[in-house]
């Protein structure tokens, strides 16, 4: 989370302020765990595919 949102959030009693930029940065934090499981995916399929595909638990 940026300092100038969790400065915003400390310095608020406005429960619908902190609520949106709590909702904000779970928002980033989703996005940012889907691009991470898009990147392995892509990583596991180009070393399957340069192993011959050969699955590991034969």
């Known amino acids: 989370m940026p ?13 619908q302020m902190i609520h949106r930029y ?11 765990l889907a691009d991470q499981r898009r990147t392995i995916e892509r990583l596991e399929m180009l070393l399957t595919a340069e192993a011959g595909e ?3 638990r034969e």
């Open 3 to 15: 300092r100038e949102e969790v400065t915003a959030i400390l310095s608020t009693t406005d429960r």
């Open 22 to 32: 709590l909702a904000l940065h779970v928002e980033r934090l989703e996005e940012s």
């Open 54 to 56: 050969h699955d590991p």
